[in-house]
Each structure stands twice: as C-alpha cells, then as structure tokens.
C-alpha cells in the first residue's frame, strides 16, 4: 500500500522558516520522482519544487527560488522541502508527490503524479 505522509506544517511569522517532511513507502522510492506542491484556498493546486531519483533538484517555482530547498534521502524513503524566509503568500496546504520514472524527466503538472499525501497545512502571519 502506497503512502506519502507529510508532515512539519504550522504557524510561523513572516520571515521565519519551517521544514517539511514527506515519508514514502509501499514502492521504489529510489525509482521515483518526487514533487512538492502548495494549494491555497481558492487557488489552484502548484508545484512548488521537484527532485528526481538521485536527489539533484531539479526545479524550483520562480516564486520560491533562492528561499526553499528540497532535498531527499534514498535510504530512509523521505523528502524534505526546508522553506526560509516564508512570506504570508506561502501560505497553503503543502502536498507531497510521487510518481516513477526511468529518466530524469521534469514533472511539475498535477496530472504528472500517481501518489499523493493528505498534506500539511502552513501558516504565515504577517
């Protein structure tokens, strides 16, 4: 049974920073590419950042370069997206994705992804 459980979501005041994580299991996860994404209420679902199976990112939204960094590691099947500087516009629920690959492909749509987690939810007073 897949499972994508995220966690390390709150409240934090602007400028602050948080770090989540994403524990995968019930598939390859060093086969897998994996995906943050961000949906506020209103909005449509984002991808906030990917990484592919080696743990090169490989993409980065415009709106969080230079401020959020992803990372993963192979042997304890996690994902962890270290978000700094967080602004009231980072606010959302942060969703982990998982989808596999053979190559080192960039996803960044919704659609691209298999398995989803039931999300974290972040908060940035101003």
């Known amino acids: 049974q897949v499972q994508l459980v995220e966690s390390g979501g709150g409240l934090v005041q602007a400028g602050g920073s948080l770090r989540l994580s994403c524990a995968a299991s019930?598939?390859?996860?060093?086969?897998?590419?994996m995906a943050w994404f961000r949906q506020a209420p209103g909005k449509e679902r984002e991808c906030v950042a990917t990484?592919?199976?080696?743990?090169?990112?490989?993409y980065y939204a415009d709106s969080v370069k230079g401020r959020f960094t992803n990372s993963r590691d192979n042997a304890k099947n996690t994902v962890h997206l270290q978000m700094n500087s967080l602004k009231p516009g980072d606010a959302a629920d942060y969703y982990c994705?998982?989808?596999?690959?053979?190559?080192?492909?960039?996803?960044?749509?919704?659609?691209?992804?298999?398995?989803w987690g039931q999300g974290t939810q972040v908060t940035v007073s101003s």
């Open positions: 019930g598939f390859t996860f060093s086969r897998s590419a």
């Open positions: 994705a998982a989808r596999w690959t053979t190559g080192d492909f960039v996803f960044t749509g919704t659609s691209d992804y298999d398995y």
């Open positions: 990484i592919n199976r080696d743990g090169r990112s490989i």
